[in-house]
């Protein structure tokens, strides 16, 4: 049997060996040995160490590192600190991105005594995440198509003997994936469009383009580029120009809008889709046909098609833009256009849930083709956890011109911690804004933010919390500017500080249902 540190050190060697470049550490006392054979492999070189106080941090950190590309391991003591884990562990199963949990714990023989900080942690994140309880064999290397659990257990002593200088190890290729055989060639004579979700990537682009087919890709698609993408596709999709649709190619995970998930239940419409990433690939929708991302053959569609959507996307984008510029104070759909600018070529941007995104959904520029411009949003299970630690492991993970994020306030608050970062750490250069409005606006727009529930909307959906964004800021000595004009905004976008920043626009609530609702009824 294996000492505590030889099988960290096990352990170590093991994750270099399958891809891992990043570590993410929470400091505890089980997971010491763990923390020293890392300390041991960032000073051979091996890693990069990343330190954060707060597990809940520590996990969405790795997990912004791992969706840039990079491979990142997240390390913590055992009992709550484990569960701690657990929201950034679900959003990668789901997303797909090949997290690694690897927790410490007791000895087997404490389990079921009461033991202090011992609980049952195998299977803690439930049957969608592999979990492998560790005592002295190794498991096989962890796959890439989704997140990965080695709980440790260790027993003392938990301090190393000698120090330890890592051999040099060999990082084994990352698989290449092996795509669903299915259809081979799409047939034209419907009137197609490409839909484009979360993830999607270039494919849907070169397929829509290939074919002439209009393409309807969400922000963080990575297909939202060319003369193709249509920016109004969701007010459009409410209009007769939707009705003529006959067929759907779907690339991707599209969470953001109904009118979307309207197009996919429709019985009139063939669906043919491309198998997404994550523990639940299938859609939930009807899917008639599958395709492979590598592009079948394809009859050219009527270039009137693709020409009509362009010239009602033209029309309806100048009708957008006239209407927010008439609004009498600083719009989130402009701040959304404001940072979709901002992004340079070879820039990268996170992008929050709720309204962010669809702010920004409305509002991104058409970016060039082969721009390296990336949106990143975690549309997993799209929730308002840990955004502000994603946003710096990707900020991090990537070597972008420029790095951005657009949050609202309470995603902002609900990861406030992590802006806590320790005089050592890796530091990016990161301008966050938040979109500052008080309170859950998402709540406005949907059906409890109608005239039935005003007297109730505050209290249970509204939650206005009145929180002092620069003073909280001040806190962790992290600069702050708020702004409540275009202009100031723009002028604050161009003239970044260096290092991590918040930029607030304060923009209002009370109409922000009135808005949307203007907005979906525009017509070309």
Same mark, same amino acid.
């Given at each position: 049997m294996r000492s505590s540190t030889e099988l960290a050190r096990a352990v170590l060697t093991a994750l270099v060996e399958a891809g891992v470049t990043e570590v993410v550490i929470s400091p505890g006392s089980r997971n010491a040995p763990l923390s020293f054979a890392a300390y041991a492999a960032a000073?051979?070189?091996?890693?990069?160490?990343? &330190?954060?106080?707060?597990?809940?941090s520590a996990g969405f950190l790795a997990l912004g590192l791992s969706k840039t590309g990079s491979r990142a391991a997240v390390m913590c003591?055992?009992?709550?600190?484990?569960?701690?884990?657990?929201?950034?562990?679900?959003?990668?199963?789901?997303?797909?991105?090949?997290?690694?949990?690897?927790?410490?714990?007791?000895?087997?023989?404490?389990?079921?005594?009461?033991?202090?900080?011992?609980?049952?942690?195998?299977?803690?994140?439930?049957p969608l995440v592999p979990s492998h309880d560790i005592v002295d064999v190794l498991p096989e290397a962890p796959g890439w198509d989704g997140p990965t659990h080695w709980n440790v257990q260790l027993d003392e002593p938990l301090t190393p003997p000698d120090a330890w200088t890592p051999p040099r190890i060999e990082r084994r290729p990352r698989p290449i994936a092996?795509?669903?055989?299915?259809?081979?060639?799409?047939p034209g004579g419907k009137a197609t469009v490409v839909v484009a979700g979360d993830d999607a990537?270039?494919?849907?682009?070169?397929?829509?383009?290939?074919?002439?087919?209009?393409?309807?890709?969400?922000?963080?698609?990575?297909?939202?580029?060319?003369?193709?993408?249509?920016?109004?596709?969701?007010?459009?999709?409410? &209009?007769?120009?939707?009705?003529?649709?006959?067929?759907?190619?779907?690339?991707?995970?599209?969470t953001l809008s109904r009118p979307v998930a309207r197009l996919l239940a429709r019985d009139d419409?063939?669906?043919v889709a491309v198998r997404g990433r994550g523990v639940w690939p299938t859609p939930s929708h009807r899917v008639?046909?599958?395709?492979?991302?590598?592009?079948?053959?394809?009859?050219?569609?009527?270039?009137?098609?693709?020409?009509?959507?362009?010239?009602?996307?033209?029309?309806?984008?100048?009708?957008?833009?006239?209407?927010l510029a008439a609004e009498p104070g600083l719009t989130p759909q402009e701040v959304a256009g404001a940072?979709?600018?901002?992004?340079?070529?070879?820039?990268q941007l996170v992008v929050g849930p709720s309204n962010p995104i669809r702010d920004l959904d409305l509002m991104v520029p058409r970016y060039d083709v082969g721009a390296r411009r990336?949106?990143?949003?975690?549309?997993?299970?799209?929730?308002?956890?840990?955004?502000?630690? &994603?946003?710096?492991?990707?900020?991090?993970?990537?070597?972008? &011109?420029?790095?951005?994020?657009?949050?609202?306030?309470?995603?902002?608050?609900?990861?406030?911690?992590?802006?806590?970062?320790?005089?050592?750490e890796p530091r990016p250069d990161l301008t966050i804004v938040v979109v500052n409005d008080d309170g859950g606006s998402i709540f406005a727009t949907l059906e409890q933010g109608g005239a039935p529930y005003a007297d109730d909307f505050e209290r249970l959906f509204g939650t206005p919390h009145r929180v002092d964004l620069a003073a909280l800021c001040a806190a962790t000595r992290t600069p702050h500017l708020r702004v409540t004009s275009l202009p100031e905004l723009e002028h604050a976008l161009a003239n970044p500080n260096g290092g991590i920043e918040v930029i607030e626009a304060t923009v209002g609530r009370a109409d922000r249902r009135d808005l949307d609702e203007r907005i979906r009824a525009l017509r070309p």
């Open positions: 000073r051979a070189g091996l890693v990069r160490l990343h &330190t954060r106080i707060d597990e809940r003591t055992s009992g709550t600190a484990v569960a701690s884990l657990h929201p950034a562990v679900l959003e990668a199963a789901h997303a797909g991105v090949p997290l690694l949990a690897v927790t410490a714990d007791r000895p087997g023989r404490l389990r079921g005594t009461n033991a202090n900080q011992t609980t049952d942690q195998v299977g803690i994140f439930g092996v795509e669903p055989a299915i259809l081979e060639t799409l990537g270039p494919p849907a682009r070169r397929l829509a383009e290939r074919a002439g087919w209009p393409l309807l890709a969400e922000p963080s698609s990575g297909s939202r580029t060319g003369d193709h993408a249509i920016r109004t596709y969701r007010l459009l999709l409410g &209009t007769e120009l939707a009705d003529q649709i006959e067929r759907v190619i779907l690339f991707g995970h599209p419409v063939e669906v008639d046909g599958w395709l492979l991302t590598s592009g079948p053959r394809v009859e050219a569609g009527d270039p009137a098609w693709l020409q009509a959507w362009r010239d009602a996307d033209r029309s309806l984008g100048r009708l957008l833009d006239r209407l940072v979709a600018r901002a992004l340079p070529p070879g820039g990336k949106v990143l949003a975690s549309r997993g299970l799209a929730g308002i956890d840990g955004l502000v630690s &994603t946003a710096i492991g990707a900020a991090l993970g990537r070597d972008s &011109t420029r790095d951005l994020a657009l949050i609202g306030d309470v995603t902002f608050l609900h990861d406030a911690n992590g802006l806590i970062l320790g005089p050592d």
